[in-house]
């Protein structure tokens, strides 16, 4: 397939999941994540949209890296 990567579990990889998110930086920002919002500093995964308590269905989990694997993976379609 086209989105394969070895980097994650059988091919499987955030980086091919359909929850992995990009996150931008912000010129207001002070230090951590200053930038312009065209640069990417970071990943995010939705895999809890929706999963929680009700009490905060927008939390994202963070990562630096844009690989890695969860047992939440939902391959994209190409």
């Known amino acids: 397939m086209g989105n394969d990567c070895d980097r ?3 091919t499987d990889c955030c980086c091919n999941c359909k929850l992995q998110v990009k996150i931008n930086c912000h010129p207001s920002n002070v230090g951590f994540a200053n930038g312009s919002i065209m640069t990417t500093f970071g990943f995010g995964c939705e895999a809890f949209r929706g999963m929680t ?3 905060d269905d927008n939390q994202i989990i963070f990562s630096e890296s844009r ?3 969860c047992e939440m993976h939902i391959r994209k379609t190409i």
Request: aromatic share 12%.
């Open 8 to 10: 994650g579990y059988k």
């Open 53 to 55: 308590d009700g009490s």
């Open 67 to 69: 690989h890695g694997m």
